[in-house]
């Protein structure tokens, strides 16, 4: 269930985790004065963020905690210190049914996947009230963490992306039999990874690159079906990937390229990419910049230290290079072997 369910016709095709945190910002500022001035300012994202709330097929409770603490934060009669706290109790809610392993729901992906979204746009605005240096860090660290470590850990998603690798593809054009629960699972998936990491979905996380949760680039360019892969219909329509490919080595084989383009995350084509604003409020000023169009967690750059000097110097998203050999259905093994 990718979050479609607009409440403008300007509204974007984002994840569910982006309807409920549309922006974060760097500045100054006391962060849940910061925030409400920021939604009252932009007052069409309100009800985008409590809609999705409402529509969610989640477990009431923990939804109807982060409704509380969302508007607890927008009334401005409530000190940050009890809105953090409501947003925590949302968090860990959410986490005690996601490790309550009864009854069916329990091992439906999509809704697991949901349940990880609303987990991390609590914990998003809980860790950005926290007494902290630097609070935009800590909420992106918070996103972060859920992403790349509480989704790795499940299960259930596992076998789900596990399943929707192992469908029988066209090689040619991806073509596949239907299978509308995973094509859920693995759109929302994409749109969240978009989300998260923008451009740069092909990091290091760890010691492996990802096309996919779970899913290695470098997978991808081991054979032809593999490739078939990136030619999937969900794929193409939601991943948001760039690929070009020619012939080398006299022809007899094809190179691949493999990047994420630029992404713009904006949950609403009217709102702008960025905006710098003073803000003012009771005993405090500060200038801040809301960010619409950028990811939700920032870069964390490699430990392989001639990458990261590249990283560091252009920003540019890293692209994955392979080659395979062309097929030559009318030559025997041995022929195509030695002329390789």
Not at 17 to 27: D, E, H, I, M, Q
Not at 64 to 82: C, I, K, T, V
Not at 141 to 147: E, F
Not at 286 to 299: D, K, N, T
Request: aromatic share 8%; with cysteine; charged share 25%.
């Amino acid at each position: 269930m990718s979050s479609s369910h607009t409440v403008a016709s300007t509204a974007l095709q984002r994840s569910f985790l982006k309807s409920l945190v549309p922006f974060r910002y760097t500045g100054g500022g006391i962060p849940v004065d910061v925030i409400r001035w920021a939604f009252l300012r932009h007052e069409a994202l309100i009800p985008r963020v409590l809609g999705t709330l409402e529509v969610a097929p989640l477990p009431a409770m923990p939804r109807m905690m982060f409704a509380e603490a969302f508007q607890m934060m927008l009334s401005g009669r409530h000190p940050q210190r009890d809105v953090r706290s409501m947003f925590e109790d949302s968090a860990v809610e959410m986490r005690r049914w996601l490790n309550d392993d009864t009854g069916e729901e329990a091992y439906n992906p999509v809704l697991r996947l949901l349940a990880y979204e609303l987990l991390a746009g609590a914990s998003f605005y809980f860790a950005l009230m926290s007494i902290t240096s630097s609070p935009n860090a800590a909420a992106a660290i918070a996103v972060r963490s859920v992403v790349t470590s509480d989704l790795k850990s499940d299960r259930t998603l596992l076998g789900s992306i596990v399943a929707f690798e192992a469908l029988e593809r066209d090689v040619a054009t991806g073509a596949r039999p239907e299978d509308p629960i995973l094509d859920v699972v693995v759109q929302e998936m994409l749109l969240l990874e978009r989300d998260a990491f923008g451009k740069h979905r092909f990091d290091f996380r760890g010691a492996k690159r990802h096309i996919l949760h779970h899913l290695e680039v470098e997978s991808v360019g081991r054979t032809d079906l593999a490739l078939a892969l990136t030619k999937d219909a969900v794929l193409k329509g939601y991943g948001n990937f760039g690929m070009e490919s020619k012939g080398v080595h006299q022809g007899r084989w094809i190179e691949h390229r493999l990047w994420c383009n630029e992404e713009d995350t904006r949950v609403d084509s009217t709102l702008p990419a960025t905006e710098p604003v003073k803000m003012k409020g009771d005993g405090w000023e500060a200038i801040v910049l809301l960010h619409f169009a950028s990811p939700l967690c920032e870069r964390m750059l490699t430990t392989h230290s001639s990458i990261k000097a590249v990283e560091t110097m252009t920003d540019t998203q890293h692209v994955e290079v392979f080659e395979l050999a062309v097929p030559d259905r009318d030559s025997t093994f041995l022929e195509r072997w030695f002329r390789r």
